[in-house]
């Protein structure tokens, strides 16, 4: 069955059938999408038949403004970043911050002042340590697809770097932690309200952007995410399962009791008595894991490189040229992963001949799964 319409709540009367399980709660802005959502059969991954709300969305959302992401110069100040080194926390990119990561032996500036800035999406870095933005690829789209009728999984996904969370409301994109600096060398900034642009060209949130003003207060960063309308209470996104994700406080302002390990309980919400997702107060302020079950095919981007293309890694954006592995997804999908986060994960812990016991921890399963799902190792 598939079918057609640009009022989500006429969904319901041109398609009988499904029930959508929150037919107010696919609430997205209108101005979200690009041409008409529609209602398609879809595939769970754990092979469900199922009905899901699938609709195309811009490389950015009209209005939003977005930036300051790397500082030209120490004088400068750019967005923020997530340092995993000595002294952890969440940063302003200032001086100070540059200064601290000089001191840890990775430098970012010469002896002007200047620091060093790559446009991900166009070139390689060549300094050692490079603050890398993105510029916007305005042309590109993305298509995505959540469950109608949310199912829970048998046992939790754990969202490993990089890992696709879900969609915003206003059709942005939320994925989880950024690749570590300690790992990758370099620093791809993220601006106040938590996003930035990937190397496919369009822009993303590794944060709850309409509750950044609880994580910055809470951490001490001198900061404000004014482009984004802040309201701990808002719903804020749909999870890639298809449940709802909230600021970190319920509607009447109280305090989210009894979240589980993914920050998640089943409460009464604007969407009715379901299972919802809040926003923590540090940063990352996201999910931990997925409870429920994401749709097979649920992100697709028309970008020649980045998350979601259909060669992630090609490009001057991606970390390594060439595609895939052959085997490579059906591993990933045995192991419950995005085949990018466990490509991230090899990747990090050293490419061919990584430390199995290393990329196991890192997504969350037992070395023996992953010895086992892998494809043979040349
Ligand atoms: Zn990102
Ligand atoms: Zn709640």
Known sequence: MRCTTTLITLLTTLCATPVLAHSDG????ASAFLGDPQVVDCTLEDGT???C??????????????????????????????????????YRLDRAFFEMLDAQGFTFYDDTGAVAVTDIRLDQPTADHACLSASLAPDVTMTIRLPMEPRMAQAPTPLGTVA???????????????????ERDHLPALDVCGGHIDPGGWYHWHATATDMATVLENEGVEADCAAVVQNAAAPFGFAFDGYPMFGSTEPDGGVPEGLDACGGH???????????????QSFPNLPACLVGVVAQDNFATTAAQGIGAANPRGGP????????PPGFDAAAETLGVDPETLFEALNAAGGPEA??????????VTEDALRTALPARR
């Open 355 to 364: 430390d199995l016991s290393e990329v196991a921890a890192t997504l969350g």
């Open 53 to 90: 709300f699938e609709f195309t969305v811009a490389a950015l959302p009209e209005e939003l403004e977005i930036g300051p992401f790397c500082p030209a110069t120490l004088d400068d100040v750019g967005g923020l970043w997530q340092w995993d080194g000595e002294n952890p926390g969440l």
């Open 266 to 280: 089943v409460g009464t919400t604007a969407h009715g008595e379901t299972y919802h997702y809040h926003a923590s």
């Open 26 to 29: 696919m609430a997205f802005d």
């Open 164 to 182: 696709k969370v879900g969609v915003g409301l206003d059709g942005v994109p939320i994925f989880a932690d950024a690749p570590s600096v300690l």
């Open 49 to 51: 038949a199922s009905t």
């Open 317 to 324: 954006g991606g970390p390594d040229a060439g595609e895939m």
